[in-house]
């Protein structure tokens, strides 16, 4: 039977402490101890049901881990103050001083940052390649190779990592293959497929309600342990946690994740279908000409559809600022990065979150300077939606392109 990670949701029951259907809001930082010799023990070794202080771990932030591993299929989690807390927590713990990560050339403009400016200051490079070349992501690995690191669908040009693959050559060189999982959560389970880390962006579809920053690493025990150690742990030691408060409200969103990313998966679907027919440069994993459609549909969950992201290529940086002025004005969404959102948000990725690669890589990746990456809403009438996006279109001057109809 086809793995299902919201019915593995649906089977956690947690109670509040008065049998509250949502479990209680741990309002601590510091937990009390009857017996000073089992506060010493707890210092040494976890022990099941005590907690000591909320930086390691608190009760709120325990139950929407434990949530988060069960959408994954994984052992364990640990849920961070944002995305970027996630995976440079991930990166520290796996890589030291001399060691080198292969990296896609197409993902996060922060992710990129991280790897190509600032781990170095601390001895760690990066290798940057086109992940859907294998025989150049194997040529990159080398002896001091720590980390393969990829997105599952990648941002923003929506290419699709083929994760079983990608997994033997990292375990093939000794490395750890590192998923994150953003753009695909219910979509793809990367731990199932052969990844040994995911991270995500709980920011974006996890949550959904672009009201608060998170993150999350999910793994094996023994790797969620190695980051909380309470004299090495890089989660314990340089701090990334999240609120309580966040997480119980994370918690409540994540039980309506898999509709809201059905709701998101048949809103772009329509739209991507409707602006490919008629002739514009559109990306979108679920449409059949997409290049990388049939590697998705090979490794993707049944049932919750292609995702909420596409990308349109308005053939200009003016066409595109004029295009997302006017779907602004016409109520189509918000001009705003981020994603996962219940309205519709679009942005340029070359002037924002990808800014942070030079030009010349950029143009290497493929990001133009038309492109715009959309994240479809929930919107409960989307062919309104849709008719407004095409009148923006036309008055925009945006030309339906040869590129079209890949
Ligand atoms: N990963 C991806 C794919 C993202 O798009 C982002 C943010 O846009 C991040 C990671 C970073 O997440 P956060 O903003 O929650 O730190």
Not at 123 to 151: C, I, N, Q, S
């Amino acid at each position: 039977m086809a793995f299902d990670p919201a019915s593995r949701i649906q089977d956690q029951l947690v109670f509040g402490e008065f049998g509250d259907v949502n479990p209680s809001i741990t309002d601590s930082s510091t937990y009390t101890f009857l017996d000073p010799a089992r506060m010493a023990e707890v210092f040494e070794h976890e022990i099941e049901g005590c907690f000591l202080y909320s930086r390691h771990w608190n009760p709120t932030n325990r139950t929407l881990a434990e949530a988060l591993a069960r959408m994954e299929d994984a052992e364990s989690a640990q849920v961070m103050g944002s995305g970027m807390g996630a995976i440079s927590t991930t990166l520290v713990a796996l890589c030291s001083q001399g060691d080198e990560i292969v990296c896609g050339r197409n993902i996060y403009g922060g992710t990129y940052a991280l790897m190509k400016n600032l781990l170095p200051r601390f001895g760690v490079t990066t290798r940057f390649v086109d992940l859907r070349d294998h025989a150049a992501v194997r040529a990159a690995m080398t002896p001091r190779t720590k980390v393969l690191y990829a997105e599952s669908i990648s941002n923003p040009l929506l290419e699709v990592s083929d994760i079983p693959a990608l997994a033997a050559i990292a375990h093939a060189a000794g490395a750890t293959l590192v998923v994150d999982n953003t753009f695909s959560p219910m979509i793809l389970s990367p731990l199932r497929l052969g990844a040994d880390i995911v991270v995500h962006s709980m920011t974006k579809f996890i949550n959904g309600t672009s009201d608060c920053v998170a993150g999350c690493v999910i793994s094996s025990k023994a790797f969620i342990d190695r980051l909380n150690d309470v004299n090495s742990g890089p989660s314990m030691l340089l701090g990334p946690v999240l609120d309580s408060f966040r997480a119980a409200s994370i918690l409540k969103n994540l039980h309506s994740l898999h509709i809201r990313m059905r709701q998101h998966g048949h809103n772009a679907a329509h739209i991507a279908r409707r602006l490919s027919t008629l002739g514009y440069d559109v990306h979108y994993p679920g449409l059949d000409n997409h290049p990388h459609h049939a590697l998705l549909l090979g490794q993707m969950n049944p049932g919750y559809g292609w995702g909420g992201m596409m990308t349109l290529d308005a053939g200009s940086a003016e066409a595109a600022n004029q295009l997302m002025k006017r779907m602004q004005e016409e109520k189509v969404g918000y001009l705003a990065v981020s994603l996962g959102y219940f309205k519709t948000l679009f942005s340029s990725p070359g002037r924002s979150t990808s800014s942070e690669l030079p030009p010349e890589e950029r143009e290497k990746a493929g990001i133009s300077d038309g492109l715009i990456r959309f994240s479809i809403g929930l919107d409960a009438d989307i062919e309104h939606t849709a008719a407004r996006i095409e009148r923006c279109i036309a008055e925009a001057g945006v030309k339906p392109s040869v590129r079209a109809q890949r």
